[in-house]
């Protein structure tokens, strides 16, 4: 197993409240751990659109919307939802085990 495919500790069970999210790196990857309705995503932390952080947006349902120009994002699948974006953001499998959530960026 490559190093790029481990599972690493990127925060506490329980830390992130609910429609809350955290900025976290994985690798060499910025990302977003969210809490949507009890719900846990990791997707890449910047808009395809305009190269802009997702964490100055907000979480509404299962998709986050980028504060620039607007676009949601599933957070599920990545897709973007609204114009302007057209391109999705990426998406990686995150699980909790022993009071950890841990993430795989591959």
Same mark, same amino acid.
């Given at each position: 197993?490559? /190093?790029? @495919? /481990?599972?690493v500790a990127i925060a506490k069970e329980g830390e !992130?409240?609910?429609d809350a999210m955290k900025a976290v790196t994985v690798g060499d990857k910025r990302l977003l751990l969210?809490?949507?309705g009890g719900r846990l995503y990791l997707v890449d932390e910047m808009c395809t659109h305009?190269?802009? @952080?997702l964490a100055l947006g907000c979480i509404k349902d299962k998709r986050i919307k980028c504060s620039l120009h607007g676009?949601?994002?599933?957070?599920?699948t990545?897709? /973007?939802l609204d114009e302007p974006a057209s391109d999705p953001i990426g998406t990686y499998?995150?699980? !909790?085990?022993?009071g950890q959530i841990w993430a795989r960026a591959d």
């Open positions: 197993m490559s /190093a790029d @495919s /481990a599972w !992130i409240d609910n969210v809490n949507a305009e190269d802009y @952080s676009s949601y994002f599933d957070l599920e990545g897709t /973007a499998p995150v699980k !909790i085990e022993s």
